[in-house]
């Protein structure tokens, strides 16, 4: 029986990375057992701890790459404040909340994170942060360091506002929701930095 090389082994790493990060954000953490999550990369069971020491393990590796995938999402819009009100109008767009398991995985995974390892909540940290300081950049890009707390500030307002948005069952409202969500982040950012 021959075995894969190195090149295979991580091709099926990253599929199950991947299909993880879509399940985990629409059925959560708590919701997502191993063998659906290996079912989605169409693998067994058996084949998971090849890859990964635990769930756990493997939910920070979705956090920290479905994080990157946010920032290089970002950081391919202009580098300026054009490019961050787009962020901010497609971060709190109906396609967005709709889209959960297509989306952010701060807003579908917050509240499961806050209780998991401190691995995945050191990915988490250290994904976000590049978030921020690409906020904080187009904010002041003389001085990035001094827009940090603002860029905190409006991300947790886009974060806050697309989880009420989705918990809402008034479609209108949630709407409605998602607009002065946006209106709020464009005032925050408005503002020079505090």
Known sequence: ?????????????????????????????????????????????????????????????VVADQLREQSEGFGALAPDRAGLERFVRAYLSVEHRDGREDGCPSAALLDEIGRCTDATKQAFTDGVLVVIDDIAARLAPDDPRSARAKALSVFATMVGTLQLSRALADRALADDVLEQGVQNALTLLGAGPE
């Open 1 to 61: 029986m021959a075995r894969y090389g190195k090149e295979h082994k991580q091709a099926t790493r990253r599929r199950i990375i991947e299909k993880a990060g879509r399940r985990l954000k629409r059925d959560g953490i708590d919701g997502s057992g191993i063998a659906a999550l290996m079912a989605d990369a169409g693998l067994t069971n058996g084949a998971f701890y090849a890859h990964f020491t635990s769930k756990d393990d493997l939910v920070a590796a």
